[in-house]
T-cell receptor
Framework: DAGVTQSPTHLIKTRGQQVTLRCSPK?????VSWYQQALGQGPQFIFQ???????QRGNFPDRFSGHQFPNYSSELNVNALLLGDSALYLC????????????FGPGTRLLVL | QKEVEQNSGPLSVPEGAIASLNCTYS??????FFWYRQYSGKSPELIMS??SNGDKEDGRFTAQLNKASQYVSLLIRDSQPSDSATYLC????????WGAGTKLIIKP
């Protein structure tokens, strides 16, 4: 049973560029959540997708957008990258119930120069 | 503003002893509570979830929840060097809110 997968594992971009990160949920899971984790901090909630719609959103600017596909996989897009966007981006999947446990992928380490 | 507070540590515990990790939360409506372990450079992995007041045991780990005091803790018995990691507390009320984590160091 494949767990949550993310790609790429590492990425280097320059300020102003755009980036797309990808996530495939654990088998049987239909909800995908995205988090940003800066060094030494806990994960910060970006948004959650369910049934191809954004169900919840954290306190992140509109530069952060996402999408969920019919197969439940998801993308996180970040436009106009800033140095402060450098972080570990985590994808977590869960069954449809909002109270269910979330399982994390290995993350994508983004460095913005 | 919903908050989850953890002591950042590091918490240093001798091998074989009990490690006690604590977490407080501000939202009284929170309904589910989670402890995750995160090794340096890796993603969080679930240790335990707890939904009702009291204790929940799983092997060497015991989670304790007190909703009246808005307090959740994790006990690790017979601590091993491999338990050295950052432990993250997460609280769910339609959205997971995370603490910053406590760094635990188990000394051989």
């Amino acid at each position: 049973d494949a767990g949550v997968t993310q790609s790429p594992t590492h990425l280097i971009k320059t300020r102003g560029q755009q980036v797309t990160l990808r996530c495939s949920p654990k088998s049987g899971h239909d909800t995908v959540s995205w988090y940003q984790q800066a060094l030494g901090q806990g994960p910060q909630f970006i948004f959650q997708y369910y049934e191809e719609e954004e169900r919840q959103r954290g306190n992140f600017p509109d530069r952060f957008s996402g999408h969920q596909f019919p197969n439940y996989s998801s993308e996180l897009n970040v436009n106009a990258l800033l140095l402060g966007d450098s972080a570990l981006y985590l994808c977590a999947s869960s069954p449809g119930q909002v109270q269910e446990t979330q399982y994390f992928g290995p993350g994508t380490r983004l460095l913005v120069l | 503003q919903k908050e989850v507070e953890q002591n950042s540590g590091p918490l240093s515990v001798p091998e074989g002893a009990i490690a006690s990790l604590n977490c407080t939360y501000s939202d009284r409506g929170s309904q589910s509570f989670f402890w995750y372990r995160q090794y340096s450079g890796k993603s969080p992995e679930l240790i335990m979830s707890i939904y009702s007041n009291g204790d929940k045991e799983d092997g060497r780990f015991t989670a304790q929840l007190n909703k009246a005091s808005q307090y959740v803790s994790l006990l690790i018995r017979d601590s091993q060097p491999s338990d050295s990691a950052t432990y993250l507390c997460a609280v769910n009320n339609y959205q997971l809110i995370w603490g910053a984590g406590t760094k635990l160091i188990i000394k051989p």
